[in-house]
């Protein structure tokens, strides 16, 4: 039965559709509590009193917590793949320090939302304030050299200044990306219930385990006396790929009060302490022959990250090897300010690095007069040159050439300003999208039911992107069994772990243990076969059976056999194995792995005030084995519209005065809605890849960001003659005298 390539529809559509799908807040419990967090509302300094007295005389409260009276928690040692290496996470409600603008400073709980909100809202708190430190560009700021990853902060291949002052041709030019939020329409939330010394968590979290592991360090607790159950998520895009304060919170009230508690966060609440993307500043410099052959390249690029942290990001990564160049230099540095730790955002650093790379080159193009597609199709690399491997893949020319057909690139014109569609100024934009091929450890149990069906287990999360659906084809095709005949479970830290739900290595890694997984299982049922002295197939070698679809039979007699209902009959009990997948060491040093895709973009623009809009968006991507292209489809045209959002609306805006955001809400927080979204398309070129994994697959979530931004601005430059550098891209920006 071959399930993998085919566009099913989820799985999981109808307990959405229908309401049936339970999200972490709605796991209320007995007896349960209510908490909401008091944020701090200066940007830096001490708190200097609570006037909390009349606050805890309030109807419905049962507790005030603050530093004065919050339990002293261990915090011992803990980082997960996640977590910033350097620097230490935010101990909260541990001391009467603030660090930035709405950090937690003190929980109420009460017997219901309403009460909890009103005490909240009449707590009186003095703070001895500091000014913060809060704009990257303010003066004071030094950027320093992180601690983590010093061997990526500065890379370098020949003598690229000396190659780029000494070409005939030359860009050297500073691009800017501000702070985003992410915004997911879930907030995030947690409900805590203790039962002795062990703590049940239904916490909204695209990382179980870690979230796990890091409770647990928290509170001084075994690993296993914490369970994490999270079976949806209603959108994340990174924002819950690290455990949070409110975690930590809901699970520290709970335990003071004696009762369950529920802490959801309010949307305002999402810009101060769930992290955003970094703040960026880059400069590109490149030189080039006049025939458009690089001969230089410069990219250094600062990101902002928080005192107590150093967030680092893929920032400048995506340059090393993009395009072929002998001589090339990167710098990355972190400016520290008076603010929350950034964290992993939909295409972290690639998204932002490849904004400022694919603008310069844009910009090269129209200096060499020269077609932007072909100059990257005559700097296209034979191998990754910062690594000196071969790619295990790379179909970015074949992207370009189906993205580019399907477009009608060859009906632009290329002069600036030159198409029109009535009196509105047309432009075309081409951008490459790139990122890595990650692969993680994984764990994978699969059990084979008396009624023959299987269920199949791991800790993973489904944020959206169909991992219910997908993960189910994978399991249904290398069992051979129909689709409704299998249920993959996830959501849940007792179960195998897995990665994190987060940069584009599920499928890659929990696809692979599900598949070791299931071989595992026919082994174990063969074995009973063979075992079994009542069996047809008892004594018989392994080597003279096989499975066809559900059924074991010896081979060539595929008439006669044994399913995986009277297999499991005969044993007395279900079939129960595990497996495991993991990268050979030995393959990854071998070869350079990553998805690539190239997207074209068509905006169409106002002269007289400066309106933008995007018409359409084209992207095709060479991503591997495709297991559902409806899934796919649709994480590309998501993608998508997050870097319409990037490139045109997206900026969280701090006051310097005290690094409150002046923006925290979804009125002056501008996304795309429906009126904004052009018409997409996504395709995928006919790519095989069997070094990166066994089932073959490429990362796909994060791609369709990363070279969506770029594409508009380049559209918009087209359009316009008036090249904007920094995003998201204004009405002001546009407007000519």
Not at 304 to 321: G, K, N
Not at 465 to 492: H, I, N
Request: aromatic share 6%.
């Amino acid at each position: 039965m071959n399930w993998i390539g085919k566009p099913l529809t989820r799985v999981d559509g109808r307990a959405k559709v229908t309401g049936a799908a339970r999200y972490a807040a709605d796991f209320n419990q007995p007896g349960q509590l209510y908490a909401v967090i008091v944020s701090a509302t200066v940007g830096l300094g001490r708190i200097k009193e609570i006037e909390s007295g009349e606050v805890e005389r309030m109807p419905g409260v049962v507790a005030l917590i603050t530093h004065r009276n919050a339990e002293k928690l261990p915090y011992l040692p803990h980082k997960g793949v996640i977590d910033p290496a350097a620097g230490e996470r935010l101990h909260v409600l541990q001391d009467e320090e603030v660090h930035f603008y709405g950090q937690p400073v003190a929980i109420v709980v009460a017997d219901s939302l309403d009460h909890a909100e009103r005490a909240a809202a009449a707590l009186r708190i003095t703070y001895a304030a500091r000014q913060p430190l809060v704009d990257l560009s303010d003066e004071e700021v030094q950027p320093i050299v992180p601690d983590a990853g010093r061997t990526l902060a500065d890379r370098a291949r020949g003598d690229a200044d000396a190659a780029v002052a000494g070409a005939p041709v030359r860009i050297d030019e500073v691009y800017e990306i501000a702070r985003e939020n992410h915004n997911p329409m879930e907030p995030h939330a947690t409900i805590a219930a203790w039962d002795g010394d062990r703590l049940t968590l239904w916490s909204k979290s695209q990382y179980l385990v870690n979230e796990q592991a890091e409770i647990a360090a928290v509170f001084g607790l075994p690993t296993e006396n914490v369970e994490v159950v999270c079976p949806f998520i209603g959108g994340a895009f990174g924002s819950s790929l690290r455990t949070w304060p409110h975690v930590t919170l809901a699970a520290l009230a709970a335990r003071q009060v004696g009762r369950p508690v529920k802490l959801a966060l309010t949307r305002k609440q999402m810009f101060f302490t769930t992290g955003h993307r970094p703040r960026t500043h880059q400069r590109i410099a490149l030189g080039a022959t006049e025939d458009g052959k690089l001969q230089g390249i410069i990219h250094e690029g600062t990101g902002e990250t928080s005192r107590y942290e150093q967030f680092i990001e893929a920032l400048t990564a995506v340059t090393d090897y993009l395009y072929s160049c002998p001589n090339v230099r990167t710098r990355y540095r972190l400016a520290q300010l008076d603010t929350g730790t950034p964290n992993h955002m939909r295409g972290p650093g690639e998204a932002s690095g490849i904004f400022a790379l694919e603008s310069a080159l844009d910009e090269l193009s129209y200096k060499l007069g020269m077609n932007p597609v072909e100059l990257r199709r005559r700097n296209e690399p034979r191998l990754d040159e910062a690594e000196g491997k071969p790619f295990s893949s790379r179909s970015l020319i074949q992207c370009y050439d189906m993205a580019g057909e399907r477009f009608g690139w060859s009906r632009r014109t290329p002069e600036p300003r030159s198409m029109r569609d009535g009196r509105l100024l047309i432009g075309m934009g081409a951008a490459t999208a790139t990122y890595p091929a990650f692969h993680a450890p994984a764990r994978a149990r699969v059990r084979l039911l008396p009624d023959g069906s299987a269920e199949v287990e791991a800790a993973a999360s489904d944020m959206g992107p169909g991992t219910y659906t997908s993960m189910t084809q994978v399991a249904a095709e290398f069992l051979g069994l129909p689709l409704d005949r299998v249920r993959f479970r996830l959501g849940k830290s007792v179960y195998p772990q897995t990665p994190s739900h987060g940069g584009s290595w599920t499928m890659a890694s929990v696809g692979s243990a599900i598949r070791v997984a299931c071989a595992e299982a026919q082994a174990q049922a063969a074995r009973l076969a063979v075992s079994d002295n009542g069996s047809p197939f008892f004594e018989a070698s392994a080597d003279d059976l096989e499975w066809v679809e559900d059924r074991l039979v010896r081979r060539g007699e595929a008439a006669q056999g044994l399913s995986y209902r009277e297999l499991v009959a005969r044993s007395g009990a279900p079939v129960e194995a595990e497996g495991s997948a993991q990268r050979d060491p030995e393959v990854a040093e071998k070869y350079s792995m990553h998805s690539f895709g190239a997207v074209f973009a068509e905006v169409a623009i106002d002269p007289d005030v400066g309106t933008i809009r995007v018409r359409r968006l084209v992207g095709a991507y060479g991503i591997g084995r495709v297991v559902n292209p409806l899934l796919a489809r649709s994480q590309c045209t998501g993608g998508m519209i997050g870097g319409i959002g990037m490139a045109l609306m997206e900026r969280t805006v701090l006051d310097r005065r005290d690094g409150r955001p002046v923006n925290a809400h979804m009125a002056d927080y501008l996304m795309p809605v429906n009126l904004d979204i052009p018409r997409l398309e996504a395709y995928f070129v006919d790519e095989v890849d069997p070094v990166v994994n066994p089932l073959g697959v490429k990362g796909l979530g994060e791609i369709a960001l990363v070279g969506t931004a770029p594409a508009i601005a380049n559209a918009v430059f087209h359009a316009t003659g008036k090249r904007v550098r920094a995003l998201p891209i204004h009405i002001e920006d546009v407007l000519t005298a």
